[in-house]
C-alpha cells in the first residue's frame, strides 16, 4: 500500500537545488496542489523538466514570478511572457528541446537507456551542440536522456497500490516521468481499493509511484 | 470564401480517405470544413490524441480534452489517447501520413522556417521539427506574403530553419506549388493570376510545369 500524504507532506521531502519534473500539458494534466504548495515553499535553485512553464501566473509560471526556478527544461516556453523576461534578464537557464526529442529523454531516463540518435533537429540551431553521427545514410543527433529526483504526477485514478490511469489528454508526460525520478509524487482525483481498477486499463503499474496525494 | 478559405479548401483535395493526418493552427484548421463528402480523415494532435471530432460546444468542454494549441477539441468513436512519447513516436516513426502547417518562410528548396524569430530569444519549438521529420507528406498553407507585402516564398531563409528536409507542397491564395529534387514547381495558379503575378510576389526562383493549370474554384 502507497501512502497517502499532503501535497505540503511532499514538498517537504523536496530540497533546494533538486531536478523535478513535472507533467502537464500547459495546465491540462498538471498536478496544480502539488504545484501550488511548491510556490508557497522557501525552495528554491530548482531545475523544472516540463513542456512548458506554466502560464502567467498559473501553475509553474508562479515559481517563476517567485524566482525559485535556476533552470527550465523544456519545448515551449514563449506562452509565458513572464519566462521569457526571466530569461532575458538572466535570471532563469533555459534548455530548448524539440517535444518528441524531450518526451523520448524522459523515456529513456526511465528505461535505463543514457541517450539515442534522433533525426530531429539536425541542421538547425538546436543541433549545434550536440554530437551527430551517421547511421544508414542518414545524420542523427545525440540526445543524452534526462532524469529527476522527484516527478509530480496528475493523474485521474489510483487505486492503493498505486495504479494509476490518466484522464484523457491530461496524460500526456505524466506516464513518462513518473518512471524517470527518484521519488515519484502523484496527486490523484480518485483512491480506490485494490482490486478495482481493470488490469487490463492501467496505464502507470504501482512500482513506479512512491506517494498518494488526494486531489480537488 | 476569403483567401484563407481558398488555400484550405484546396489543401483538403489533397487529403485521401482514411488518411492519419496533423494540422497546424491557423488555415490548416479549417481544411477539415472543406473535406469531399467520400472522404473520412483521423485527425492526430500531438499531445496524445487520434480521432479528433468538431470543436465543442459550451456545454460539451472537458478541461481534460485540449488539442496542441491548448484550445477545447471534441473525441471522434474509434478515437484513442496515449502519452507523449508514444505520441511522437508516431510522428518520428512515419505513421502519421500527412501534417499540413503555416510557416514564416519557404526557401527555393522547399525547406521552411516556422518555429523562431531572429533577433528574438529562441524559447521554443514544441513539436515543428518532430513533424517535419517524420509526417510522410507536408503541406504548408499559408498567404503568399506577409502583412507588409514581402514575400514568404524566398532564395534562403533569414528566419531560423526547421529542418534540412523539404516539403512537398506550397499552396498559397495565389499558386501552388510543388516541391521536387531541383526546387519549386509551379503547378496551378488562382483563377485571373498570371505566371507574371506569382513572379512579382515570389522571391525564390521556380520552374513552371507541363501542366500547369489556373485553378478553377
Known sequence: MKEIITANEAINMVKSESVIMVGGFGLVG??????????????????????NLGEQGKGLGKLVLNKQVAKGIGSYFTSNIDVVEAYQRGELEIELLPQGTMSEAIR????????FYTPVSVGTALAEPKETKIIGEKEYVLQEALQADFAFIKAKKADKLGNLIYSKSSRNFNPAMATAAKTVFVEVDEIVEVG????????????????LIEGE | MDEKQLIAARAAQELKNGNVVNLGIGIPTKVVDYLPPDVTIHLHSENGILGLGPSPT?????????????LPVTIVEGSSFFDSPSSFAMIRGKHVDVAVLGVLQVDQYGRIANWAI?????????????????????????????????????????YPITSQRRVDMIITELAVFKVDKEGLLLMEMADGCTIEDVKKHTLAPFRLSSQLTSNVR
Open chain 2, 58 to 70: 459550451e456545454e460539451e468542454i472537458d478541461p481534460d480534452l485540449v488539442n496542441a494549441g491548448k
Open chain 2, 118 to 158: 531572429p533577433g528574438k530569444n529562441i524559447l521554443g519549438v514544441g513539436g515543428a521539427m518532430d513533424l517535419l521529420e517524420g509526417a510522410k507528406k507536408v503541406i504548408v498553407t499559408m498567404l503568399h506574403t506577409t502583412r507588409s507585402g514581402e514575400s514568404k516564398i524566398v532564395e534562403s531563409l533569414s
Open chain 1, 108 to 115: 529513456a531516463g526511465g528505461a535505463g537507456i543514457g541517450g
Open chain 1, 196 to 211: 478495482e481498477l481493470n488490469p487490463e486499463e492501467i496505464i502507470t503499474p504501482h512500482l513506479y509511484v512512491d506517494y
Open chain 1, 30 to 51: 498538471c498536478p496544480i496542489k502539488l504545484v501550488e504548495s511548491l510556490s508557497n515553499s522557501s525552495l528554491n535553485n530548482l531545475t523544472i523538466i516540463s513542456n
